[in-house]
C-alpha cells in the first residue's frame, strides 16, 4: 500500500515542519544583544584564517554566527590560545568559547557546555609504507606500537578510549605540544600513528606527497560543545537554536559546506 | 664637615626579601597541604621534578664545557678557531630555543640515525630513531643553545683579566696552560660566577620547554593536567611554586659560593 506510506511521510514532513516553526516561536529573544565569543584559528576546517583574506571562517563561526541570528543577537569575533581562552571564558571576559572542546565531566566542573553541535570522527594517520597493522585493534595489539597526540585534545581521549585500554597515562601515548609536532613525529618513525579528522588528514597528506595514509574505519565519538562561564545564562537560548538548527537541517547544510565542499574547491 | 657613614643597624641587615620569600613559601604549600584540590594538583605535576633537575643538570654541565672550550678557541689568538667559534656563537645565539628544539628532534636526530646505520652497515647492526630518547634531544638542543651563551660568559670573564697579569706570568716562565690554569681562570671565575649562575637559573626555567616534545617534566605534567580538567590557573600556580622553589634554594646557594670565594681572596 504505498499511498499510505506515502501519505505517513507527508504527514511526518508536516508534523516536523509544525514542530519546527513553533520551535522558531519559542526561542528566546535576546533584543539585540552583543555576544562576545572567542576561538584560536588553529583548527581546519572548524575555525581557521582564510588564507586569502586573513579573515577567521570555518564550520564554528558559521553555526555561532546562525545561533546569533535566530536569538536576535549579533557576535563579536575575538582570538585567543587555547589555555589563555578556557580560563577568560572561565572569568568571564569572553561570553562563549569554541576550538573543537570535546564535553567531559571534569570539565563540567569549571565551566558549562552547550549540547553537542559535533561528534568528530577520528581516522588513524600512518606512514605511507605501513603494514604491521590495518586497523586501530591490529594496531593496540603490539605493544611497540606508539601513538601521538596533544594532551586534554580529541585526538588524545580517542587513542587512550578507542583505540588504547583507556589508560590516561598509557606510556604507549607520546604527547607533543601542537599537532604538528605530532605529525613530525609520526615521519621521522617515534610514533606509529596520529588520529585526525578527515579534512586534517586530507591536508598533511597533500601537503608531504607519498609521506601518509589513513586507514581503518572512523574511530570515536566525541561530543564538541561551546563553553561558557558557570551560570551563563547563554546556555539555555544557545541549546534552544541548536536543537532548530539540526533538526530543520541547517547544521547539515553547514557540515557539508565546510567538511565537502570547502576541501573540494581547494 | 666630613661624611660619617652611619653604623648599619640591626633592622637594615635583615635580609627583608628571603622572609618574604619564606612567607611566599610558606603560604604556598599550606596551601597546598590543606586544600584537597591543590593537592591533587601538586601530586599530579611532582613528578615531574626529578626529571626538570637531570634535565637541566645534564644540559647545564654539558653546556659550561663546551661554552668554555668555545670561549677558548675564540680568545686563543688562533684565527681559523676564533673564526669558526664566533660564526658558531651568533648562529646559535640568534635562533629561539623552541625552534632550535624542534631541528635538533626532527631534523638532526633522524638524519643522526641515517648516518650512523650508514656506518653500521658493514658490520649487518642498525639503530632506530627511538632509541633516541626525546629527553636527551632535548637535552642536546639546551645544551648547544646554552653553550653560546656560557661562551660569552667565559669570554668575558677572560677578556676582564689585566693583560699585565698574563705577561707576568709568561715572564716567569709560565707555560700558556700554567698561565691559563693559575693565573687567568681563577681571576676570571670572579667575573664569570653570577652570570653563569644566571644562566643556571634560566636554564631551569628554559628547560619548560621540553615539555614540547612531551617529556614529563613538571611543565608537561602540568599541562596534561590542566588541559583535562580546565584548572589552569590553579595548576599553574603549583607549577611556578615549584620552580620557586628550585631557583631560589639555587640562588642562595650561588651566593653562599660567591661569599666563601670572596673570604678566599683576601
Not at chain 1, 581546519?44 to 535566530?70: C, M, Q
Not at chain 2, 580546565?230 to 611556578?240: D, S
Request: glycine share 6%; net charge negative; hydrophobic share 50%.
Amino acid at each position: 500500500m504505498p499511498s499510505i506510506t506515502k501519505l505517513l511521510a507527508a504527514a511526518t514532513a508536516i508534523a516536523t515542519l509544525g514542530l519546527s516553526a513553533a520551535q522558531a516561536q519559542d526561542l528566546p529573544d535576546l533584543a539585540g544583544r552583543e555576544i562576545i565569543a572567542v576561538t584560536e584559528n588553529a583548527y581546519v576546517p572548524l575555525n581557521f584564517a582564510d588564507p586569502a583574506t586573513g579573515e577567521g571562517i570555518g564550520l564554528e563561526y558559521d553555526l555561532f554566527n546562525e545561533i546569533a541570528k535566530r536569538l536576535n543577537a549579533s557576535v563579536k569575533w575575538e582570538l585567543s590560545s587555547w589555555d589563555v581562552m578556557i580560563q577568560a571564558v572561565r572569568d568571564g571576559q569572553f561570553e562563549v568559547g569554541m576550538d573543537g572542546i570535546t564535553i567531559n565531566d571534569e570539565r563540567k566542573e569549571q565551566i558549562d557546555f552547550s549540547d553537542s553541535y559535533l561528534t568528530s570522527q577520528q581516522l588513524m594517520l600512518v606512514r605511507a609504507d605501513e603494514t604491521r597493522f590495518t586497523d586501530a585493534a591490529t594496531f593496540a595489539a603490539d605493544a611497540n606500537n606508539l601513538v601521538g597526540a596533544q594532551a586534554g585534545t580529541t585526538n588524545f581521549y580517542v587513542a587512550v578510549y578507542n583505540v588504547l585500554d583507556g589508560d590516561e597515562a598509557n606510556p604507549r601515548i607520546k604527547l607533543f605540544d601542537t599537532f604538528g609536532a605530532s605529525v613530525s613525529a609520526l615521519q621521522a618513525g617515534d610514533v606509529d600513528t596520529v588520529l585526525m579528522d578527515q579534512t586534517s588528514a586530507n591536508g598533511y597528506i597533500g601537503a608531504n606527497p607519498g609521506a601518509f595514509k589513513v586507514i581503518g574505519e572512523p574511530l570515536g565519538t566525541e561530543d564538541f560543545g561551546f563553553i561558557f562561564a558557570k551560570g551563563s545564562d547563554l546556555v539555555g537560548p544557545v541549546n534552544a537554536a541548536l536543537a532548530q538548527i539540526k533538526a530543520d537541517g541547517t547544521m547539515d547544510a553547514i557540515q557539508k559546506k565546510w567538511f565537502y565542499e570547502y576541501n573540494a574547491a581547494q | 664637615m666630613t661624611y660619617t657613614p652611619r653604623p648599619p643597624s640591626i633592622l637594615s641587615r635583615v635580609p627583608w626579601w628571603l622572609l618574604a620569600v619564606a612567607l611566599l613559601f610558606v603560604l604556598g604549600f599550606w596551601g597546598i597541604a590543606t586544600d584537597a584540590g591543590y593537592s591533587q594538583i601538586f601530586r599530579a605535576v611532582s613528578g615531574g621534578l626529578v626529571t626538570t633537575l637531570w634535565v637541566t643538570a645534564v644540559a647545564f654541565a654539558a653546556a659550561t664545557v663546551i661554552g668554555l672550550l668555545v670561549a677558548l678557541a675564540r680568545t686563543s689568538g688562533n684565527r681559523i678557531l676564533c673564526e669558526i667559534a664566533t660564526f658558531y656563537v651568533e648562529i646559535i645565539r640568534g635562533i629561539p630555543v623552541l625552534v632550535f628544539l624542534f631541528y635538533v628532534a626532527f631534523v638532526a636526530a633522524p638524519a643522526m640515525v641515517v648516518a650512523i646505520n650508514w656506518a653500521l652497515q658493514p658490520i649487518g647492526a642498525s639503530i632506530t630513531i627511538r632509541q633516541f630518547d626525546f629527553a636527551w634531544r632535548a637535552i642536546v638542543a639546551l645544551t648547544v643553545c646554552y653553550s653560546a651563551f656560557i661562551a660569552e660568559i667565559f669570554r668575558a670573564g677572560i677578556e676582564s683579566v689585566q693583560r699585565g697579569q698574563l705577561e707576568a706570568a709568561r715572564s716567569l716562565g709560565l707555560s700558556r696552560w700554567k698561565c691559563f690554569r693559575l693565573v687567568t681562570f681563577p681571576q676570571a671565575l670572579r667575573t664569570i660566577l653570577p652570570p653563569l649562575a644566571n644562566d643556571f637559573v634560566s636554564m631551569i626555567k628554559d628547560s619548560a620547554l621540553v615539555s614540547a616534545l612531551g617529556v614529563q617534566d613538571i611543565t608537561q605534567l602540568g599541562k596534561v593536567y590542566s588541559s583535562g580538567t580546565f584548572l589552569f590557573f590553579e595548576t599553574y600556580n603549583v607549577v611556578a611554586l615549584l620552580y620557586l622553589t628550585l631557583t631560589i634554594s639555587l640562588s642562595l646557594l650561588v651566593r653562599l659560593l660567591e661569599r666563601y670565594l670572596h673570604e678566599n681572596q683576601r
